[in-house]
């Protein structure tokens, strides 16, 4: 079955400097993967996907993610945080197209220093 | 466009009481249905999923069930909630992929 890890369970960063969540999957074939934010209280907006095809996509809110095969990631950067990014991040994977299981790693949360 | 909603946004119910989560999707037809929760510490633990009405399919043995009585209408409730069902819910749906989150319900257990 397809796993997914985010080693970082808390990240503190200052305003304006970059920012990398990490994200490592287990699962034998080219999977789809997806970042998620939550923001307190809330449901899970959509940040960026990835199913084939360059392996650098952007997102919303000036995010980007890349997978990388050989090291099974899907790390998610933006290059600026800005107060409004504090959140909890997640990522998660579907396991090929027809599957209806969306396994999720544990979440990341983001902390942003003024 | 397409909308998903549900409701209640915060629920406290007692141990034992029944419960009934409402979720309705607008905007598409025939959408993916799915029920998640997330307690704390744990991630997103998906429950249930759909794939039209009357089709349910189950991912975890627990007291709750999940029903969907119309096309976009998909419904999680429980005849006597435990201690551990505290937590919160949320209702996604997905024509293939990505799958599209409401706001969630908080449910309290007291």
């Known amino acids: 079955a397809q796993s997914v890890t985010q080693p970082d369970i808390h990240i503190t960063v200052s305003e304006g400097a970059s920012l990398e969540l990490r994200c490592n999957y287990s699962?034998?074939?080219?999977?789809?993967l997806f970042w998620y934010v939550q923001s307190p209280g809330q449901g899970l907006q959509l940040l960026l996907k990835?199913?084939?095809?360059?392996?650098l996509v952007q997102g919303i809110k000036g995010f980007e993610a890349e997978f990388k095969r050989s090291q099974s990631s899907f790390n998610l950067r933006k290059p600026s945080v800005h107060w409004s990014d504090a959140a909890e991040y997640f990522c998660?994977?579907?396991?090929?197209?027809?599957?209806?299981?969306?396994?999720f790693g544990k979440g990341t949360k983001l902390s942003v220093i003024p | 466009s397409q909308t998903i909603h549900q409701w209640p946004a915060t629920l406290v119910q007692p141990v034992g009481s029944p419960l009934s989560l409402e979720c309705t999707v607008e905007?598409?037809?025939?959408?993916?249905l799915y029920w998640y929760r997330q307690a704390a510490g744990r991630g997103l633990q998906l429950l249930f999923y759909?794939?039209?009405?009357?089709?349910i399919s189950s991912e975890v043995p627990q007291n709750l069930s999940a029903s969907r009585p119309q096309d976009r209408q998909f419904i999680l409730s429980s005849k006597k909630l435990l201690l551990s069902d505290s937590g919160f819910y949320l209702c996604?749906?997905?024509?293939?992929?990505?799958?599209?989150f409401g706001d969630g319900t908080r449910l309290s257990i007291l």
């Open positions: 996604a749906w997905s024509m293939a992929e990505p799958q599209h």
């Open positions: 699962y034998g074939a080219t999977p789809y």
């Open positions: 990835y199913f084939s095809g360059d392996t």
């Open positions: 998660a994977v579907v396991s090929g197209a027809g599957s209806y299981q969306l396994t």
């Open positions: 905007g598409t037809s025939n959408p993916n």
């Open positions: 759909s794939v039209g009405i009357g089709q």
